[in-house]
């Protein structure tokens, strides 16, 4: 069949096509299991015939031609995460406290006390790695995608998890005396006091052994379990709680080996990734500053600065897995979605 017939064919019919529920587009190309051209409809669903009307229902052929019908998924414009979004803000785009460059608002969550609508991202993005106060501006899009204060302030910054850093080691007091010298003490006390009833002149004199060994007391490192924060949005109508490219999250689930995750970030968009460790304990550098983090999760490559901040989601379905806060040209490190959210009093 000639290609110019099938192009004729699509022209006739594309707006009775176009018109069916569930069709988003019509082009030309070839049947899956034949090669014949054919006019191709693009459904966001494809749907057993079953399940069809006769007026849903594509026709087997058009002016003679074949048809094939193909599932797309819902067709969006793949807009810019660093974009200034108004008048409604999605998850998975540029924000910001007033003082840092930008990382990437993960999603809404609901406070567990009070119902209110929050925004969750990093303590590092939304706190300024704790120098920041309850109360500051927060900036969508962030300082360095153009966001400025006031104009593009919608959130102030509700509370943080305080991140702990290497350089406040502290040294534990030493170990309070044991037992045995609390016992010999009473014993001590008991034979004088009883010495000085029947008139003895007598005292027993408490001795203390030489120790064996020395104790040597090590300095402790403290540790993070997530680096976390949220902000309180000046109006909550302007986010839809829907991550760009991704959709709106149902829940959370536990990471596990293998698992197949994706997320939307500020610098590298919509990326998907595998599973690769779980339980990691790993120090990370905030500028001069180390950080140490227990009980993480660490997939290969997926983010670059500022992707910080971004919610990891399950592959399969639209499942919370963890909160991303680190990485490198090798591994995107994310901190485990239910700590994240005990740690901030707060529910997906």
Known sequence: MAMEQVFQAQAAHQ??????PNVVGVAVGRKNLTGELSVVTLVEQKKPLAALSAEEAVPKQVDGVR?????????????????????????GVSIGHYKITAGTLGTIVTDRTTGEKLLLSNNHVLANSNDALVGDPLLQPGPTDGGQNPADMVARLERFVRIRFTDETETPPPPPPGESC???????ALTNALAALLGSSSRVAPTTAKPQTQTTVTAQVPTNEVDAAVGKPVDPNMFTGEILNIGMISGTKAATLGMKVRKMGRTTGYTEGTINLLNATVNVAYGSKTARFTGQIITGPISQGGDSGSLI??????????????????ATIFNP??????????NI
Do not use: C, H, M, W
């Open 337 to 346: 979605i239910d700590r994240v959210l005990d740690a901030l009093s707060i």
């Open 67 to 91: 048809t094939d019908v193909i599932e797309v998924g819902y067709l969006r414009a793949f807009q810019n995460p660093r974009d200034r979004f108004r008048p409604t803000i999605p998850s």
């Open 15 to 20: 707006d009775e096509l176009l018109a069916k």
């Open 313 to 330: 989601v399950d592959g399969t379905e639209n499942k919370a897995v963890g909160l991303l806060f680190a990485g490198s040209n090798l």
């Open 182 to 188: 609390d016992i010999v003490a009473v014993i001590v």
